[in-house]
């Protein structure tokens, strides 16, 4: 297959060129990017041919393809609520061509064994790249650490024990200090268990009203110091998963101007949506972290916008619909991101809180320089790894238009501007412009 | 009218068409016989998935004098055994035709979970820590017996604030009335972050004194366990109500509890058989409330 793209307006931070260029790409290979001074009018052909694909990207844009460096795909164990072929499918409608998938699964990622399978199912049934996240320790138990050297070389990119924190600092500090010699970064999700208790959203005024249990901001916050102190002390690097209050950002901004090798990440719910997406017990707003108050929305937003905060991650939690027709207490924790993930966050270039160059590095560069990631970005001889974008495309989130299994989403209904229209990812070609 | 999910959702003016219908079913309640066949032929449900003794026979004497035919369902759960989800449980039920269901549930949110998946009226007999409507209405129904208004009035609730579906719709219930609404208790019990009309004390004797309601909430005696607090000695020494808050409380203050209470932990046997206790009373409005409630419910028509 050829494919010719014209006119299209190109940021590609990882070769830190931006501007209007062809690209032509040959069997999966990109063969020409042509940067030009403005657009040319395209004639293309009007037998459109089976063997080659001409676009008019006139007033389009094209990205690297998106890097989601927080994702559950559910298999092997979970094959009920996603797998890694419907997941990594949502991925591409979604603007993803890479998704770096948590240690809990069941079995746990916590051996190579489970790292290869989940690597050859990927190569087989797998739409885009797939990078494992391995347990920091063994079963997700925090007591004992998983063979991380031997994770590492079955192809883990990082490590995590995500939903089970890891709750013995003594634990916490040896996984840092080995994770130096392994080369992959230790991903926390910050949370005091005993503080959360048995919390199902964020503690206060709202929380006390409904009757439900709340999880205080400083059940993050407590961790996100913990965590951090760990770093200075021992010179080891952290990322922070999911950050969702503005005291961890205070923390974390502290933290990099003291020079602590510190990133984070936060989603597009903690930058869009509060607490008060809970009111009516909606399940589908129940998350891990809590969605929050208005001004740790705010501070999330500004800490985007500062570079405190790095990445945008989905944490993309797909959940099956029996999980979530409960009574609110009893629903399982998460939200089915990736096909909203990118809409969503590219409303903070339309409220201009973000540049979109900013905005494509935290879901390209940043992530990938975290985890060591090789990507080439656009340029010639490459293999072609990049979306097609119109970011000013009105459409509505249909939930059960998802092709995830993963319908538990938040946004349902909602009028979002921005969408992928192709994905082109090697060889494959996913076209999304009547979708 | 479909349900009774909680107060939260009602306006001042429900409030008071159902205390004045519950005046009275009350008057009916003194008679010779003490059955009205209003809702004969109809159906009532007691689905109740925490153990309650006192609540369900009252919801169920309620019942029987309204002529509903009355089926109790209790199912003990526990999250450790999982068995048939709630939305099963309902739609197993709803095959049996029933009008009513009152429910009891340990999930927040569950009652308005179930009114939502059914056509039959619902109504809330507590759910987790949410809320207990019919309680507040039966607390509303014995202050104005007493005090022959809620506005005005100074109510102190004192106890497990935040673990209390009680606190709460009694919170939700004063607020739409004229009254001023304290919290009493140790902090560890108490909002973190109390709503904008609630009034804090961790003084007893602060938070009562001026107070004309005072109503006791019972202490779970676990709660020890979790840190709430040291001992239900000195949460007994330190904030139960003993004889000796009469040197300093109202002389016409009423003393309530939803029961069932613990004595020698949040009330002395002197204050809860005394004159100001109120605590029978209660009970006995629990029947009529409760009938008026359901008399003033419309299930969906199927």
């Known amino acids: ?435 | 009218m479909k349900d009774l999910i909680g107060i939260k959702e009602l306006s001042r003016q429900n409030i008071e068409e159902i205390l004045n219908t519950a005046k009275a079913f009350k008057e009916v309640l003194s008679r010779d016989i003490k059955k009205v066949p209003t809702l004969r032929g109809k159906t009532a449900i007691n689905l109740f998935f925490e153990p309650s003794t006192r609540t369900r026979t009252s919801f169920e004497l309620a019942e029987k004098r309204l002529s509903l035919d009355v089926l109790n369902f209790s199912i003990s759960t526990s999250s450790v055994v999982k068995g048939e989800t709630l939305y099963d449980t309902l739609k197993t039920i709803e095959a049996y035709n029933v009008d009513y269901i009152v429910i009891r549930h340990s999930s927040s949110g569950a009652a308005k979970f179930v009114a939502e998946h059914t056509p039959a009226s619902v109504i809330n007999a507590g759910d987790g820590t949410n809320e207990h409507p019919t309680q507040a209405l039966l607390d509303a129904f014995s202050i104005l017996e007493v005090k022959g208004r809620l506005d005005g009035l100074k109510i102190a609730i004192v106890g497990d604030i935040i673990h209390s579906r009680v606190a709460r719709s009694n919170l939700y219930l004063l607020s739409k009335f004229d009254t001023d609404i304290r919290f009493v208790g140790p902090p560890t019990l108490l909002p973190e972050d109390a709503p904008d009309n609630v009034k804090i004390f961790y003084d007893l004797k602060e938070g009562i004194k001026d107070a004309d309601v005072v109503m006791l909430l019972r202490i779970q005696l676990e709660r020890q366990k979790g840190a709430f607090i040291s001992s239900l000695k000195e949460y007994f020494h330190v904030w139960g109500l003993k004889k000796e808050a009469f040197s300093y409380l109202k002389n016409d203050v009423i003393i309530m509890h939803p029961g069932p209470m613990n004595r020698g932990v949040e009330i002395s046997t002197e204050v809860a058989d005394s004159s100001r206790s109120i605590i029978l009373r209660q009970v006995t409005n629990g029947i009529a409330t409760r009938m008026a409630v359901i008399y003033l419910l419309t299930p969906k028509e199927a």
Request: contains cysteine; aromatic residues 6%; glycine residues 8%.
């Open chain 1, 1 to 435: 297959m050829f494919i010719k793209i014209y006119n299209a307006y190109i940021i590609d931070p990882f070769t830190n060129k931006e501007g209007i260029a062809d690209i032509f790409i040959d069997d999966g290979i990109i063969s020409k990017v042509k940067f030009k001074r403005k657009i040319t009018p395209i004639a293309l052909s009007l037998q459109p041919s089976a063997s080659i694909l001409e676009i008019d990207a006139s007033g389009l844009y094209v990205f690297p393809g998106l890097i989601d460096m927080h994702t559950h795909l559910r298999e092997p164990g979970y094959e009920y609520k996603e797998t890694i072929r419907t997941g990594t499918l949502a991925a591409v409608r979604g603007g993803f061509t890479s998704v770096c998938c948590m240690a809990n699964t069941n079995p746990v990622n916590d051996n190579p064994e489970v790292t290869y399978y989940i690597l050859a199912k990927a190569k087989e049934e797998g739409s885009c790249d797939v990078y494992p996240i391995g347990a920091i320790t063994k079963g997700l138990k925090g007591e004992e650490l998983s063979e991380m050297a031997m994770l590492r070389e079955a192809g883990c990119v990082a490590f995590s024990d995500d939903g089970m924190p890891v709750m013995n600092s003594l634990i916490m500090r040896r996984a840092l200090e080995y994770s130096k010699a392994v080369g992959a970064p230790i991903i926390s999700h910050c949370e005091d268990l005993s503080l959360s208790e048995d919390g199902v959203m964020n503690e206060g005024k709202l929380s006390f009203y409904l009757g439900l249990k709340g999880i205080p901001k400083a059940s993050e916050e407590v961790m996100v110091s913990r965590d951090v102190i760990l770093s200075k002390h021992f010179k080891t690097s952290v990322h922070i998963a999911h950050v969702s209050t503005k005291g961890s950002v205070e923390i974390i901004k502290k933290a990099k101007e003291e020079g602590v090798s510190v990133t984070a990440e936060t989603c597009p719910h903690y930058f869009t949506l509060t607490e008060e997406a809970v009111s009516g017990y909606n399940t589908n707003a129940k998350v891990n972290p809590p969605l929050r108050s208005e001004e740790d929305r705010e501070a999330i937003k500004n800490a985007l916008s500062d570079g405190i905060i790095d990445v945008i991650a989905t944490d993309h939690a797909p959940h099956h619909i029996d999980e979530k027709k409960v009574p609110f207490q009893e629903a399982l924790n998460g939200i089915s991101g990736l096909e909203t993930a990118f809409a969503i966050s590219l409303k903070l270039v339309h409220d201009k809180i973000l540049n979109l160059r900013k905005l494509i590095e935290k879901l390209t560069l940043n992530p990938s320089k975290i985890l060591n990631l090789k990507k080439d970005g656009i340029k010639e001889g490459a293999q072609v790894d990049l979306i097609l974008v119109d970011i000013n495309k009105n459409w509505t989130v249909k939930k059960d238009k998802f092709v995830s299994l993963g319908k538990n989403t938040p946004f349902d209904g909602w009028k979002l501007k921005g969408k992928v229209l192709f994905t082109v990812k090697g060889k494959k070609i996913f076209d999304m412009r009547d979708q």
